[in-house]
């Protein structure tokens, strides 16, 4: 199977970071556009698999938004397998505008701020739609570490007059994983590929 290719749409450079970490940690080649412009110059590649467009940085009119708006109407038949799968990142200031146009049209989209786990599954759908991927992305169980985070930020934030979280993903500290974090990921990941790899024995 070819490399994944991953074009990330988006302006904000703490939202890129995560987004190319998570998703890198697939082994999958993750680009990033920070413009209406360059977005177009690499879309012209051909090369994604998937595009992930913050709505804040491509808008909702123009040249770029119309090409992603074809591009997530996907043919028919065999012809889909091909095709690239978009999905819109849709923050909660521009939902009101956003969001209407979004399902009338039926184009894949989450809402910002989202959870690490609901965006792989997003990812996941996506992908097993085009064949680019045999089976869903495996979860990384982080419970135990997410509560303890955030059972510390509710301490931390508990005199906060605004609590609202206009991040990439539900809570800051869930994306920023430790060096720890990433190597134990990349661990299992490799582990599970090794036994993908191994064929049952016959006799005979």
Do not use: C
Request: a negative charge; proline letters at 4%.
């Amino acid at each position: 199977m070819e490399s994944i290719g991953v074009l990330i749409i988006e302006d904000d450079a703490a939202s890129q970071a995560a987004l190319r970490q998570v998703l890198g940690a697939e082994g999958w080649l993750v680009e990033g556009a920070v413009s209406r412009g360059q977005a177009l110059q690499q879309l012209a590649t051909g090369k994604w698999s998937l595009v992930l467009a913050n709505i804040a940085t491509i808008g909702v009119t123009g040249a770029l938004f119309a090409t992603l708006r074809e591009l997530a109407r996907p043919p028919e038949g065999e012809a889909a397998k091909a095709h690239v799968r978009v999905l819109f990142l849709v923050p909660e200031a521009a939902a009101a505008q956003a969001r209407p146009l979004l399902e009338e049209e039926h184009l894949p989209y989450v809402l910002k701020p989202f959870t690490f786990h609901d965006l792989l599954e997003r990812v996941s759908d996506l992908l097993m739609e085009t064949e680019a991927i045999g089976a869903p992305l495996r979860k990384v169980k982080q419970e135990g570490i997410t509560s303890d985070r955030r059972s510390r930020r509710r301490g931390r934030d508990a005199g906060r007059e605004d609590g609202r979280n206009t991040g990439m993903f539900s809570n800051h500290e869930d994306y920023q994983w430790s060096e720890e974090e990433l190597a134990e990921y990349e661990r299992q990941e490799t582990e599970a590929q090794k036994k993908k790899k191994k064929k049952p024995l016959t006799l005979g």
